[in-house]
């Protein structure tokens, strides 16, 4: 059974920083591809950052110069250093994972694996 465990989050200022990481467990597929996906209350979930098993990485054009993502593939971990952090960067982020993805993918219908979230808040 695949698992998908976040952790990092929590309460910042605005201007301040924080990491998240998420690691795989019980993924026996290629490494595929993996994402950071955000959501507030009554919106869609958006892609943040992704990145695929060549190491190419995508980002939304809202955390451009902001946020980096970059994985460790054989530990199958996730990792988003989150910098400039704004108001609007308040939401629970969610790490995902598909093994039969090639490319950084940023819509969140095209990976299977999912984590429970975990909350990030910055204040103004």
């Known amino acids: 059974q695949v698992q998908v465990a976040e952790s990092g989050g929590g309460s910042v200022e605005a201007g301040g920083s924080l990491n998240l990481s998420c690691v795989v467990s019980g993924y026996s597929h290629g490494p595929g591809s993996m994402a950071w996906f955000r959501q507030i209350p009554n919106k869609e979930r958006e892609g943040v950052a992704a990145v695929d098993s060549d190491g190419t990485a995508a980002y939304a054009d809202f955390v451009k110069g902001r946020f980096t993502v970059f994985r460790d593939i054989p530990k199958k971990t996730l990792f988003l250093q989150m910098n400039h952090l704004k108001p609007d960067d308040t939401a629970v982020y969610y790490c995902?994972?598909?093994?039969?993805?090639?490319?950084?993918?940023?819509?969140?219908?095209?990976?299977?694996?999912w984590g429970q979230g975990v909350q990030v808040t910055v204040s103004s």
């Open positions: 995902a994972a598909d093994p039969g993805l090639y490319r950084p993918e940023l819509v969140h219908r095209l990976y299977d694996y």
